[in-house]
Nanobody, 125 residues
Framework: QVNLVESGGGSVETGGSLKLSCVAD????????MGWFRQPPHREREGVAG???????VYLDSVKGRFTIIRDSATSTVYLEMASLTPDDTGTYFC???????????????????WGQGTQVTVSA
């Protein structure tokens, strides 16, 4: 049973910043790569950033240099720091945990069914 709790979304103007948080249960956190996915309106879910247990990070090309994924082992939390936001970053952001998350990035892990409710990010022009 994967338990992930996402928070930190909101509404900002273009150029603004947000920090998303995902708290995992300890078992999930230590056994999986962690990542963030987003689903823009009327589009498929896509990987935004992922990080392995040993800190290897991957990013969607369009967010490189603007987003940073941070893995905090002390609190079993994964953060997504987002800066220089644009309207194209609007969407529902989901946290995920899967052993193959980074190797398959940015495609979501196949048959992954532990999606939570996500947290909404809205960037206005």
């Amino acid at each position: 049973q994967v338990n992930l709790v996402e928070s930190g979304g909101g509404s900002v103007e273009t150029g603004g910043s947000l920090k998303l948080s995902c708290v995992a249960d300890r078992y999930t956190f230590i056994r999986n790569s962690m990542g963030w996915f987003r689903q823009p309106p009327h589009r498929e879910r896509e990987g935004v950033a992922g990080i392995t247990n040993n800190g290897q990070a991957v990013y969607l090309d369009s967010v490189k240099g603007r987003f940073t994924i941070i893995r905090d082992s002390a609190t079993s939390t994964v953060y997504l720091e987002m800066a220089s936001l644009t309207p194209d970053d609007t969407g529902t952001y989901f946290c995920a945990a899967h052993p193959n998350l980074v190797s398959r990035f940015p495609t979501p892990p196949p048959d992954y069914d532990a999606w939570g409710q996500g947290t909404q990010v809205t960037v206005s022009a």
